[in-house]
């Protein structure tokens, strides 16, 4: 089975602080993601990399930056962490070339930012 | 972006019967994947149900069934004979065909099993 793993699943840090999200894939996937979930919004996407040292802006990259050095880990670095970015924040992955193929989450972590 | 609205924010139904949950998307594509996912609580995001654009035959997967309907782009998910581990926020979400990587989600409906 895949397994997609997150550091934290919760996580309270301080306005202004430097905040670092990991996550890591065991399937050898090309691509991973990470999503911010918000109540009555749904998933949305703030950044993507379909390799290593490669990244693409998704819907909402405002405020946040990531890190892809090695092909399982994928990095969310939140620079100044600010309130408006409390959120469950998932990371996914998949197979690049297989339009059709799912993507696989982890499970998640809850950051709330004081 | 494509839009996917999911109206029903939350669905309550009675274990052992049907409950099914809608899903309208907004695209100008003709060849996509439409996808349903189910988030039990606290626990990690699955994939239920998957539907490709060209394929006219609704997608099943044993309780699980889709009602593709392509030209008013709407896509609901029947669960029918519901156990109380259905219990989840099911998410509607969208992929075109010309990429492989940006999922659009709706906002979701949650799902509640009476016993």
């Known amino acids: 089975d895949v397994k997609v793993t997150q550091s934290s699943r919760y996580l309270v840090k301080r306005t202004g602080e430097k905040v670092f999200l990991e996550c890591v894939q065991d399937m050898d996937h090309e691509n991973m993601f990470w999503y911010r979930q918000d109540p009555g919004l749904g998933l949305r996407l703030i950044y993507f990399?379909?390799?290593?040292?490669?990244?693409e802006k998704g819907d909402i990259p405002e405020g946040y930056s990531v890190s892809r050095e090695k092909k399982e880990r994928f990095s969310l670095i939140l620079e100044s962490a600010s309130t408006n970015q409390t959120s469950m924040y998932l990371c996914?992955?998949?197979?690049?070339?297989?339009?059709?193929?799912?993507?696989?989450f982890g499970p998640g972590t809850r950051l709330t930012v004081l | 972006a494509q839009t996917v609205t999911q109206s029903q924010p939350e669905m309550s139904v009675q274990e052992a019967e049907t409950v099914t949950l809608s899903c309208t998307y907004d695209t100008s594509e003709s060849d996509y994947y439409l996808f349903w996912y189910k988030q039990p609580p606290s626990r990690q995001m699955i994939l239920v149900i998957r539907?490709?654009?060209?394929?006219?035959q609704n997608a099943t997967e044993n309780r699980f069934s889709v009602n593709f309907q392509k030209a008013a782009k709407s896509f609901s998910l029947k669960i029918s004979d519901s156990q109380l581990g259905d219990a989840a926020m099911y998410f509607c979400a969208y992929r075109s065909a010309t990429n492989d990587y940006k999922l659009s989600f709706g906002a979701g409906t949650t799902v509640t099993v009476r016993a």
């Open positions: 539907q490709e654009a060209y394929k006219q």
């Open positions: 990399s379909y390799d290593v040292k490669m990244k």
């Open positions: 996914a992955s998949s197979l690049q070339g297989r339009i059709a193929d799912t993507q696989y």
